[in-house]
């Protein structure tokens, strides 16, 4: 087979844009290593759980080279059913289709992301990264199809759909709307132009920002200076780590360096200095050559066109088709209905914070710079919370068992453990099968839980991971497999059971929540099922459900025991954490407030940030804005990341997520009446219902931003 002939009109350049070429352009796609099998190539083989331990990174490369073709002549079949007048157009011949053709080919993506994850040592960034590529290619080929697009036009006009299948053509249409689809040739190559444009100075901005960080370092000497520093930040500053404790020390910018340094360091001086290095990172303020000013214009502007072209008024009302939230306004709303409390709240904790470190003999005006340090040491005044002590609390296993136990019991299902049955990359990985109240299997995930240094990839000190390996797919008779992957501190001996800071029980939780709303989706389609099709603004909500229940004197006891005496934690110890919990909530709060609103602005205004920046601070902040903050030059979340325009999604998710969860605390419904109506509708529709339509199935009514000021405490502050 020499090769063959594939339509080539579309190249992904993000995560939420497509390159479109006219429809009629062609490529030649030589044969990739074809003459691999499924008996040869355990990648290939996708029907079955993945066999890891057959699996390395060459046959991951060359397995994604034949899936990938596979794929695209698959969906060039497609394409010439869709062309032939006289073939029927209709869900089954052509979404189906593509259904069963996109199960292979993300299975054996998520396996390869999986073993880039837990085997970072042998999947390397490059080897993942030109994996990733061919494959993130060959699953937009579908969407570069005049000819689906237009059957699929036909098909949503019809009225034979339910609404998964409405869903999954809408999502279709969509995707390829955005990408250009609807665009005359001439437009289309302008489209493209700016794309490539744009992420050229995407990457330019990325480049300055990890320069400029790295260019700061400042050497300390004093041990008095670091005499309250954790072991952790000790190593971590530590220029020969086997000495973290003699010296001599290093500050640096990196974020497991920069946050933990400001929240201990007692010289207001380096505070000071270290706090405005970083956030006149990439700005002029270091140099016109790393200066990403030029940069953030550039791609405000170039978002703009992009949306205008598809017929948007900007790139934030084109970012709101694919929200929950809807319009522009309703984000607005929510961020000025969330500011009320939140900037009483923030300006009652600023007076304590500032009596208080008047009162340790601090006679200044507390500033940007001083708050982590201030906080820090109020908060372990007011609730004497010491987090190492508190481990003692949180043994793994018990915490993990228990956490089986309450999902179980509010969802009607099971948890049945497969020993040494299973394939799997590592000793420490479990395995796990879920059933029904009735019995009937539903699925199943991995747990690999502790932290192996130089083999599973760590970007942060809590990296964590819920990936999918497997979604749910009826026609290609699948059912879901998820991978759960974090970095706890492992046992430290053979007589002591690992132990969890609370920080790490609320990680377990939340992805054990994503987890879930993967694993018991009921969707049938691969395209709609578990979190996939989720709008963004809504895809953190189970996440952050199972959170909340750490909020619940009753759960705290019971997944509490002390690993040597079996006591679970004090009732004054539970009043003091769940106090913590919300220490400076309104300080938070207004300070996340501050970046949704200027991620929105920014994407609906033609201004110079600067200038909005400067009007929105006082609003949020409760200091003046350093002349040195140049903040928004180095953030990549919002300029070159895909939280443009939707940097508020993360409190849309907490604000559902609060919603949802006070119905267990109102006296109607028993919790496992609730528990059953909440899987039967977060955790079973996912992608396949619109989470506003979810939600008035679960609450009866649209969210409420109530909900999260009582979970922030902001209720009994004003009262």
Avoid at 70 to 91: H, I, L, M, N, Q
Avoid at 302 to 309: F, I, N, P, S, V
Wanted: with cysteine; proline share 4%.
């Amino acid at each position: 087979m020499a090769g063959m002939l594939v339509r080539g009109r579309l190249l992904k350049l993000s995560s939420s844009v497509l390159r479109f070429r006219p429809k009629t352009t062609y490529v030649v796609l030589l044969p990739e290593n074809i003459l691999d099998t499924e008996e040869d190539n355990a990648l290939l083989r996708t029907d079955g759980l993945p066999q890891f331990d057959q699996l390395t990174p060459e046959k991951c490369v060359k397995g994604m080279g034949k899936l990938a073709l596979d794929y695209e002549s698959g969906v060039w079949a497609v394409e010439e059913r869709a062309r032939d007048p006289k073939e029927p157009k209709t869900f089954d011949s052509i979404i189906g289709e593509l259904d069963k053709l996109e199960s292979p080919l993300n299975t054996a993506w998520s396996t390869v992301k999986t073993l880039y994850t837990v085997k970072n040592n042998e999947m390397n960034t490059n080897t993942y990264l030109k994996i990733h590529e061919r494959a993130r290619k060959a699953r937009v080929h579908k969407f570069q199809s005049q000819h689906i697009y237009e059957a699929c036009k036909n098909i949503y006009a019809s009225d034979d759909l339910d609404e998964a299948q409405r869903r999954v053509v809408h999502k279709y249409l969509l995707e390829s709307r955005l990408n250009g689809i609807e665009l005359s040739s001439d437009k289309s190559n302008s489209f493209t132009s700016k794309l490539k444009k744009m992420e050229i100075e995407k990457d330019t901005f990325r480049r300055k920002v990890a320069e400029s960080t790295s260019r700061f370092s400042y050497y300390l000497n004093d041990s008095n200076l670091v005499r309250d520093f954790p072991d952790t930040l000790l190593k971590h500053m530590a220029v020969d780590q086997s000495r973290y404790k003699q010296g001599p020390w290093v500050i640096t910018l990196q974020p497991n360096v920069y946050h933990s340094f400001l929240e201990h360091c007692p010289s207001t001086e380096l505070r000071r200095n270290t706090y405005r290095a970083f956030n006149m990172r990439a700005s002029n303020h270091i140099g016109q050559e790393l200066s990403n000013n030029p940069h953030i214009d550039e791609i405000r502007g170039l978002r703009g066109q992009q949306a205008r072209m598809l017929g948007y008024k900007d790139f934030a009302h084109m970012s709101m088709e694919t929200k929950m939230a809807g319009s522009v306004d309703n984000v607005l709303s929510m961020i000025t209905s969330l500011l009320a409390q939140a900037k009483t709240a923030q300006d009652k904790e600023m007076t304590s914070l500032q009596e208080f470190a008047e009162s340790r003999g601090f006679d200044l005006q507390l500033q940007a710079w001083d708050i982590a340090y201030w906080r820090r040491k109020q908060k372990r005044h007011l609730f004497n919370f010491d987090e190492t002590q508190l481990r003692d609390y949180f043994p793994f296993e018990h915490v993990f068992v228990t956490l089986l136990e309450i999902c179980s019991e509010l969802f009607g299902i099971s948890f049945e453990e497969i020993p040494d049955q299973v394939p799997t990359w590592h000793p420490d990985v479990r395995f796990f099968n879920i059933f029904d109240a009735s019995g009937d299997y539903l699925a199943s995930f991995y747990m690999d839980p502790f932290q192996r240094p130089g083999e599973k990839l760590q970007t942060r000190a809590d990296s964590s991971w819920s990936l999918s390996i497997r979604c749910r797919s009826d026609i290609a008779k699948m059912l879901p497999v998820t991978n759960l992957v974090f970095n706890f501190t492992p046992p430290a001996s053979e007589d002591q059971p690992a132990l969890l800071s609370f920080s790490e029980v609320t990680v377990l939780f939340q992805k054990f929540g994503s987890a879930m709303q993967h694993l018991l989706t009921t969707v049938p389609y691969t395209e709609a099922s578990g979190l996939t099709n989720i709008e963004w603004d809504a895809v953190e909500v189970c996440s952050n459900f199972m959170q909340n229940w750490l909020l619940e004197p009753a759960i705290l006891q019971r997944i509490s025991r002390h690993y040597e005496s079996g006591l679970p934690l004090s009732g004054s110890s539970i009043k003091e954490l769940l106090a913590s919990q919300v220490h400076m909530a309104g300080y938070d709060l207004c300070s996340e407030l501050y970046w949704a609103h200027l991620d929105m602005e920014l994407h609906t205004r033609k201004d110079f940030w600067v200038d909005i920046a400067r009007e929105l601070w006082p609003c949020y902040r409760p200091f003046m804005l350093d002349k040195y903050d140049a903040h928004l030059c180095s953030n990549m979340a919002i300029m070159t990341d895909v939280w443009a325009a939707a940097y508020y999604s993360h409190l849309w998710s907490r604000m559902v997520a609060a919603d949802a969860f006070q119905a267990f605390r109102e006296p109607h419904e028993a919790d496992s009446e609730l528990g059953a109506r909440f899987r039967s509708t977060f955790l079973s529709l996912g992608g396949g219902c619109h989470p506003s339509e979810v939600f008035r199935s679960f609450r009866g009514r649209d969210p409420s931003p109530d909900a999260l000021h009582v979970l922030c405490n902001f209720t009994q502050q004003s009262t």
